[in-house]
């Protein structure tokens, strides 16, 4: 039997799509806690979540996915908890790399890597190479993930050449900034989703989300669906979009 198509489904308007959905994919702990289970049982459930949301913005038509897998602070949790996690990515990118191939998925990581286990690195690579010509869906994971470092780490770019006399500190401009960060190339998120309540940011994207539209909600990530994410894109196609003037009109002059 056909499966029945969502309301939303049916309400929203394929010409104004967000080109970029961001997503800070919390709430997995609280999950598992209610269920009586271990943290790490949460963490299984969001990679399920996490399948499921990937196929359906491909499915949709999105053009990037960025989701938010491990931060920088998230090295202060439990050893076991951070072994899980890592173990859960190489397990993630190892089933489900032949379907994303398949799907025109390209991959690509936020985030420096190369702190992350070896096993984990190799999985990355692989996948990054495997990906790298695919068309479709670009799927953004940030791992070992900070704004405020991504930040930072562009502001000594710069301050170098200043200071070796290669620029003039009056042409740095939010163009050349932006081409240092890792999303280089990549327009701003149009939607930012939040999952399990939390009305924070959290070292995500923070010079990349100045006009983005924010969409938190009470749901646990493992619990979010596709249904869920349709709801998003639905509301977001319902606001007026200003970007501090009064028509609307993009910074980066992507029409969307
Ligand atoms: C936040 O929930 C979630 C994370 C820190 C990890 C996100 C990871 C996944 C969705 C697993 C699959 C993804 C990959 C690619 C490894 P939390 O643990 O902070 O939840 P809580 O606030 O309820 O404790």
């Given amino acids: 039997m056909a499966k029945k198509k969502s309301n939303y489904e049916n309400l929203i308007q394929s010409e104004k799509l967000?080109?970029?959905?961001?997503?800070?994919?919390?709430?997995?702990?609280?999950?598992?806690?209610?269920?009586?289970?271990?943290?790490?049982?949460?963490?299984?459930?969001?990679?399920?979540?996490?399948?499921?949301?990937?196929?359906?913005?491909?499915?949709?038509?999105?053009?990037?996915?960025?989701?938010?897998?491990?931060?920088?602070?998230?090295?202060?949790?439990?050893?076991e908890e951070v072994d899980y996690l890592m173990k859960l990515l190489v397990e993630f990118l190892r089933k489900e790399i032949n379907e994303l191939h398949q799907n025109q998925v390209r991959i690509k990581v936020l985030g420096n890597y190369s702190n992350l286990p070896l096993e984990c690195q190799s999985e990355i690579e692989d996948a990054l190479q495997i990906t790298r010509d695919n068309p479709g869906l670009l799927l953004n994971i940030a791992l070992n993930y900070g704004s405020r470092q991504e930040i930072l780490a562009a502001v000594k770019?710069?301050?170098?050449?200043?200071?070796?006399?290669?620029?003039?500190?009056?042409?740095?401009?939010?163009e050349t900034f932006s081409g240092l960060l890792y999303t280089k190339d990549i327009p701003d998120?149009?939607?930012l989703i939040r999952t399990a309540g939390e009305m924070r940011i959290s070292n995500f994207l923070l010079w990349q989300i100045a006009y983005t539209e924010l969409w938190i909600t009470e749901c646990l990530w493992p619990d979010f669906s596709k249904d869920?994410?349709?709801?998003?894109?639905?509301?977001?196609q319902q606001r007026d979009r200003k970007f501090g003037g009064l028509n609307g009109e993009r910074q980066d002059g992507i029409n969307a």
């Fill in 18 to 79: 967000p080109l970029h959905i961001a997503i800070i994919m919390d709430g997995n702990g609280r999950w598992a806690q209610r269920r009586l289970l271990p943290r790490t049982m949460g963490h299984r459930a969001g990679m399920s979540t996490l399948k499921e949301i990937v196929r359906a913005c491909s499915d949709l038509g999105v053009k990037v996915l960025t989701v938010y897998a491990f931060s920088t602070e998230n090295w202060k949790r439990p050893w």
């Fill in 157 to 174: 770019v710069l301050a170098r050449k200043v200071a070796a006399g290669e620029i003039e500190p009056d042409v740095i401009n939010e």
């Fill in 189 to 191: 998120p149009d939607l």
């Fill in 228 to 236: 869920d994410l349709l709801q998003a894109v639905w509301d977001y």
